[in-house]
């Protein structure tokens, strides 16, 4: 695989207690744009993923309606239910704007339910965060997504990546040039492959609460006393 910068020397040692099945890792970007530097970085990440052994898939937001805009059988929300479901860890990457976050990147946030009926699609799930800024290097973005995942119920990677001057770190092919941002681009997509495959199988565990244990019982009595009348 042409992984242009990467030292293949220098790989990790692999996991001896992990014979499990390479980890799913979804990217998410947050640019519709012809050449979207969100998506760029996205490409490069997974390049590095599966380098190091993942399976990957880029979801594509182009088509996704906004929030509420359309039924939840629409097919672009489909195909992100299911990749959601698919993953075992994902990659956020949005560009900055105003700011913050974009659109773009925020609808694909917003359609992913915190629950699928029993299944809650993002919980214990791992998750690494990028950001592309067309001037001076920011954490803004990564900050609030940041948040999202916690909200989301993720064990977000302390590790992350931000680009600045997007524009001058891609070549004409689109790929990423060798740089100390690529390296820590590396770094992060690292770190996530580690924190998958130690916490996997464990996410549930890791997230559950007393206090969530607490209201599922005081269910189960209402509804075994509502039987019983």
Not at 38 to 64: K, N, V
Not at 81 to 90: C, N, P, R
Not at 91 to 112: L, N, T, Y
């Amino acid at each position: 695989m042409d992984v242009p910068g990467f030292d293949t020397n220098l790989l990790p040692a692999a996991d001896p207690q992990d014979d499990g099945h390479p980890p799913r890792i979804l990217l998410l970007y947050g640019s519709t744009r012809e050449r979207s530097y969100s998506r760029l970085l996205s490409e490069e990440a997974a390049r590095i993923l599966r380098h190091l052994g993942a399976e990957t898939r880029l979801f594509d937001p182009s088509g996704l309606p906004l929030p509420d805009d359309a039924a939840p059988d629409h097919p672009k929300v489909v195909e992100l239910y299911d990749l959601v479901s698919w993953s075992e860890g994902q990659v956020w990457c949005s560009p900055e704007r105003h700011g913050a976050m974009s659109a773009v990147f925020k609808a694909q946030i917003d359609w992913i339910p915190l629950s699928l009926g029993a299944v809650r699609p993002t919980q214990g799930k791992t998750l690494a965060l990028m950001q592309v800024c067309g001037g001076s290097q920011s954490f803004n973005t990564v900050n609030q997504m940041r948040v999202l995942g916690r909200w989301m119920r993720m064990l977000t990677l302390p590790n992350q990546s931000s680009v600045p001057k997007a524009f001058l770190e891609f070549d004409e092919q689109g790929r990423m040039k060798p740089s100390a941002y690529y390296d820590r681009v590396v770094d992060v997509m690292e770190e996530l492959m580690k924190f998958t495959r130690l916490l996997r199988g464990h996410g549930g565990h890791l997230v559950d609460r007393y206090l969530e244990r607490k209201e599922s019982a005081a269910e189960l009595s209402q509804r075994v006393n509502q039987r019983s009348l």
